[in-house]
């Protein structure tokens, strides 16, 4: 295993994702392996779910770090959990990194694929976002991602500007890192202003044909 | 885009399930682009699954109209709700309509792909089905499917019309149209005269094992 | 179809992988097809996972009698439910006969496909488990798998003894029986002296910063 930036990246962004899977497992009479398994779908579920509609192979068969990122961050968890757990701002920063990379990742691999630019900002949002609903599904809770501050929105706006930098010819690297960035900024200052999108209200009167919602 | 009948249809399908993902998103504490998300999810969910299985490129790829029409659809929702909501016959009909669409469609694309009669309906009730399924588990409920008037056995019944016009050796139009108006013949008189199928019940005693149940 | 032991052994798992889904749906205002679905999802759903994932047809498409036997467990259901329910152990010991069936047929196809073993054991447990959690997603629980004895440790257990005896170059049968029979073991093991993993407690203290945990 090569040790490079990206890597740091990518093992401090599954990381963060593993202990926000196991982090919610807590405290839901859910054994050691049980929480293992759920931080491993958090960390990979996006980029599988990526993998799969392109019809590649899903990335962690190919490198066991993921599968022993999640095992660290169990450990790390069962070692220091009041610490970890107290470390709000730091893992959040992890968190925001990683969905930041992961939408990235999801857009390059499908733009190698050859496919049209909106097509690469939906898999750079499933890349990012897929995993913690996956988490959130299993818990059985109403995924986070529908009820809270800009987060699938940050991936879509990342995209956008990642497309904008291509389109006036910036070189890849720097594309990446300001698209990147986008999401990270994104997520931070909407957190911090609790800046969120409208929520869509209930209709007002009840007509009572309920039976036809499918 | 050719706009032909085909379209027009695929395109009510498209909106009626978006409407329906919308709306029974609206009043759960979900934003406006997490309701599009739930919207979209409903509306292409079924046909994608097919894909994957199939192991063919998912169709919402190749065509824009998918997404566009779910914002349509989520735009309408934002200006019209109220009276949108009480267009229930209305929304009714052309989820009806799409899910006989989707699936003649499920079962024509297994066809192409050489799969046997029985595999072709089961994709096509898979293609119907399974984006109320995924929109139903992402807002925590249980599935209407498994709960409501018939509605995944209107598909089953359609195919098995379909191979039956098949096997009598009628054009493939006639064939297609035969099919589609079983699943929403069936649809809509098992809603007008609340046929459904028995409820399981449960055990009438309780044996105390239910540590083996998984 | 040839009738042989692994037939029988596939067709016993199948079916009570079959009835444990019908007998969860049961007493859930769930139909007959409903629970016919969640049955056959709960039998072909693990499989269809790995099948998906190592990019190969799904195995139930090539052949009827997954189908077949999920219909005769809702029959038998149907028939004979307070009896059949009551078949706790027979019913356990087929559910665990399945799991280290389908574990070692999961290990043997990722093989086939040139995998590294540490994957080939994923999936091996993938094909074990993954069916028990749909069904448990759709019925709206917490899925089991993460809540009760030993259960995807078993299977990972039993990929373990798998490869261990691949390294000492046991015959091929004689390394498929022993790490069935270990899966099977340890399963009725943890159930009888209710041996299982400690559960992941949660945070002691509430440090407020629950905004931060996707």
């Given at each position: 295993m090569e040790i490079n930036f990206t890597t740091v990246i990518d093992l401090s962004g599954t990381f963060a994702f593993a202990i926000s899977g196991i982090r919610l497992a807590?405290?839901?009479?859910?054994?050691w392996f049980g929480a293992y398994i759920i931080g491993l779908v958090t960390a990979i579920g996006g980029g599988t779910t990526r993998d799969l509609l392109l019809d590649v192979?899903?990335?962690w068969m190919e490198d066991g770090k993921y599968f022993l990122t999640t095992g660290v961050a169990l450990l790390a968890t069962l070692l220091f959990k009041d610490k970890l757990f107290r470390l709000g701002n730091t893992l959040f920063l992890f968190d925001s990194i990683g969905l930041g990379l992961f939408t990235i990742v999801g857009i390059s691999k499908s733009l190698e694929a050859g496919l049209p630019f909106w097509v690469c900002i939906a898999m750079g949002t499933i890349t990012g976002t897929v995993g913690g609903v996956v988490r959130d599904v299993l818990l059985n809770e109403v995924p986070l991602l529908f009820r809270k501050d800009i987060y699938a929105l940050a991936c879509v706006a990342g995209g956008v500007v990642y497309f904008m930098c291509r389109h006036f010819s910036l070189p890849a690297g720097l594309t990446e890192l300001v698209a990147a960035s986008t999401v990270i900024l994104i997520r931070i200052i909407a957190l911090k202003f609790h800046i969120h999108l409208p929520i869509l209200s209930s209709i007002t009167t009840d007509t009572g044909d309920n039976e036809n919602k499918s």
């Open positions: 807590s405290g839901k009479q859910i054994d192979t899903p990335f």
